[in-house]
């Protein structure tokens, strides 16, 4: 009886240290998955974070995208016009820069001008 009593006592002890360790090792990995758990939530708010980031610069993008658009489309429906304006304007300062060189275009015409006089005259 007293053998069987030393195996019981011995079997509780075994027991209670066992039980000891799997407190501790569950404690362990409690503490352990709580800390994953806190840095995948960090992780998890900063993703989002970066995402709507990402949705304000994607929504910046895309109106500036449509404001090119625009410009394009009002260029290339005005082309013609806007060609044609610039000739003239080519020809106006080609004009000015001969009458500042030199040249008298009302002069001329007005030559032209007597001169066709004096033909009507004789």
């Not at 290339?76 to 001969?98: M, P, Q, Y």
């Amino acid at each position: 009886m007293e053998t069987e009593e030393k195996d019981a006592q011995k079997d509780y002890e075994e027991f209670i240290k066992d039980s000891a360790e799997k407190r501790q090792s569950c404690g362990k990995s409690m503490t352990e998955k709580e800390a994953a758990r806190s840095e995948a939530e960090t992780a998890l708010t900063e993703t989002t974070q970066a995402h709507k980031g990402k949705q304000t610069e994607l929504m910046n993008t895309d109106k500036i995208i449509m404001d090119l658009h625009g410009d394009c489309d009002w260029l290339l429906k005005n082309f013609d016009v806007r060609k044609t304006a610039r000739a003239g304007e080519v020809d106006s300062l080609n004009k000015a820069k001969a009458i500042l060189s030199g040249a008298d275009y009302s002069l001329v015409q007005t030559g032209v001008k007597h001169h066709l006089r004096r033909v009507h005259h004789h």
